[in-house]
């Protein structure tokens, strides 16, 4: 089944769910699937989220400070 073919089905299957006072939700889609439903802006309809990749740390920047060597550490 193709992504478009899978995404018609999740769309009627969500409206039958829907129409009988259900909800549904889908826990693992295929990737291509989850980028047509954004394409088709069906995403936050279907409950599709892309995973994406955790971000990157930032680096912590470190201040130095001057002092005289004769100051004692706090």
Known sequence: MGPLATL???????LAAKRAGLRSWV????TDVVELAELA?????LGLE???QP???EQRLRLEEE?????PPL
């Open 50 to 52: 892309a995973r994406r």
């Open 8 to 14: 018609d089905t999740l769309a009627r299957a969500r």
């Open 55 to 57: 971000e990157e740390r």
């Open 27 to 30: 826990a693992v889609a295929p």
């Open 67 to 71: 002092r005289d060597l004769a100051d």
């Open 41 to 45: 802006g069906l995403a936050g309809v």
